[in-house]
């Protein structure tokens, strides 16, 4: 695993690392599943032999041990629990999963990433209590920002987690011109956007993006997360137009509109009858002022958001530094000059020392999506 350095590192085979990292792989099957839980894999292994695994299905349901330990039966006792998250030790829609193992006599207990939760954490003191043998946490702190950004950027800094989608060509641009659409990247890029979107609170866009593109930002080409996701649009006018596709689904998938603070009455009046909440909110030479925008989603209780655009969002939040992670989808195309920048686009350059590719390269048809993290704090 990339920026993941190995503690008690002697003690560990090669195929304890194999088996850890398998439990971080199926841990992925639960995104937009268990938000704002941590995503969670677990493997029992007796003999070599897998007896038992499972990964955090359902916010609410069984946690990725309970899991493990149900399909393991009896073969548990004896068994070695590999699990990428720190067993947690707090008992609230389920037991602690500290506890379960102790009882259910595994002997060794190895896992990924140390819990970063107070109420949760502790699990490794049960465990050893318990007379297990504990050996994590094996990956440092970064790896479980890869696995759960947003868990582990909530529970450290207390403020929404911002992450950045662009689909851009080779050249480095996202339209062809201004105030025309165009489809950079191909259907299977499209679908996994969307399987992204399960995995968010909210989706943000600026004007621009949805004068030209009049999307409906909801979940269609992947099987729906377990809660609608929120859609959020800057509208510094209030002249979102009434037919625009965004006022689809509002029961839904609300909707949220942030103005400026002199916007006309009237206009706001417009938007909030067709079902939209309104949020007046300050403005500066640039725009809106996000860092008010971000305070008023953190007051709504959305602790992730996803940004698909435009240049000029994507832009003004990484120069704020509240973008945590990109999402960056890449098609094999050139659009030529006088095309719209994905970034650099008032002239000034980006600082990208911060960010670092994190998550290997991914194929989705011809496009490769490559995923950067800004170095943590």
């Known amino acids: 695993m990339n920026h993941a350095e190995i503690s008690d590192q002697a003690e560990l085979s090669r195929e304890d690392l ?42 609410g349901g069984a946690h990725a041990e309970i899991i493990a330990l149900e399909a393991a039966k009896s073969k548990a006792e004896g068994a070695t629990a590999y699990v990428s998250l720190e067993p947690c030790n707090h008992e609230g829609k ?25 109420k949760e954490g502790g699990g490794r003191n049960t465990l050893a209590r318990g007379g297990i043998e504990v050996i994590g946490p094996v990956w440092d702190s970064i790896a479980g920002r890869i696995e759960n950004p947003s868990f582990f950027h909530v529970q450290t800094h207390g403020t929404p987690y911002i992450a950045l989608k662009l689909a851009l060509s080779l050249d480095g641009y996202i339209g062809i011109r201004g105030g025309v659409r165009t489809q950079v990247t191909g259907l299977d890029a499209e679908r996994e956007v969307h399987r992204l979107r399960t995995g968010f ?6 004007t621009e993006t949805l004068r030209v593109d009049n999307p409906r930002l909801t979940v269609r080409m992947a099987r729906h997360g377990r809660r609608p996701v929120r859609r959020l649009v800057l509208d510094a006018r209030a002249e979102l137009p009434s037919d625009a596709a965004i006022f689809d689904d509002l029961e839904l998938n609300p909707l949220h509109i942030f103005t400026h603070q002199d916007a006309s009455e009237s206009e706001i009046a417009r938007l909030e009858s067709l079902g939209a909440h309104v949020h007046s909110v300050p403005k500066n030479n640039l725009g809106l002022d996000l860092e008010s925008v971000m305070g008023v989603v953190q007051e709504l209780g959305i602790q992730s958001v996803l940004c698909e655009g ?21 098609a094999p195309k050139t659009l030529g000059p006088g095309g719209i920048l994905a970034f650099g686009d008032s002239g000034e350059s980006l600082k ?17 999506l490559i995923v950067l993290d800004r170095k943590s704090d």
């Open 352 to 368: 990208w020392d911060n960010f670092l590719p994190t998550l290997a390269p991914e194929l989705h048809g011809r496009d490769t």
């Open 201 to 206: 609170d909210a989706i943000l866009i600026g």
């Open 310 to 330: 435009g240049a000029k969002l994507a832009n003004s939040l990484i120069r704020k530094d509240l973008v945590q992670r990109l999402y960056l989808f890449v």
């Open 94 to 118: 389920t037991p602690p999963c500290s506890q379960a193992l102790v009882q259910a006599g595994v002997v060794r207990v190895i896992y990924g990433v140390a819990e970063p939760g107070v």
């Open 18 to 59: 194999a088996y850890l990292d398998w439990a971080r792989k199926i841990a992925r099957r639960g995104w937009g599943r268990v938000h704002p839980n941590p995503l969670v894999g677990c493997v029992l292994v007796l003999n070599n032999q897998v007896v038992g695994e499972g990964y955090h299905r359902e916010f």
